[in-house]
Each structure stands twice: as C-alpha cells, then as structure tokens.
C-alpha cells in the first residue's frame, strides 16, 4: 500500500501513470483549507476515528 498526498491539479497524472505502470490506483479523499482534521466515509459521515495499528491487529498465527 502506498499513500501520498498531491495537489489536486496533479492528481489525474499520477493516476494515469500509476495505471500505465499496471497498478491500480484509488484517489480516497482530498483537502481543504482550514484547520483541524476531518475524515468522512464513502457517504459523508463523519468518522469517529481514534488510530489502527497493523502490528498489532494482525492474526497470531499470521506470518510476519
């Protein structure tokens, strides 16, 4: 997984080179001016989100 931040105005290239590197790329969200952070879901709900942690969250038996 790969996640960066771009300006919007770039956004349609990288994905066009992301997919004519064979990838297949997701745009999952944006940016605005302002302050603070809000995360929104896939219907505009805003999220409760406190963190993940992918070490700790894998399955025990799960190769590392």
Request: glycine share 14%; aromatic share 2%; no cysteine.
């Amino acid at each position: 997984e790969l996640l960066a931040a771009l300006p919007r105005d770039r956004t349609d290239d990288a994905v066009a080179a992301l997919r004519g590197a064979g990838l297949a790329p997701a745009v999952v969200g944006g940016t605005e001016a302002g302050e603070g952070l809000v995360l929104r879901g896939s219907t505009g709900r805003e999220l409760d989100v406190r963190g993940y942690d992918q070490v700790s969250s894998r399955v025990p038996a799960e190769p590392t």
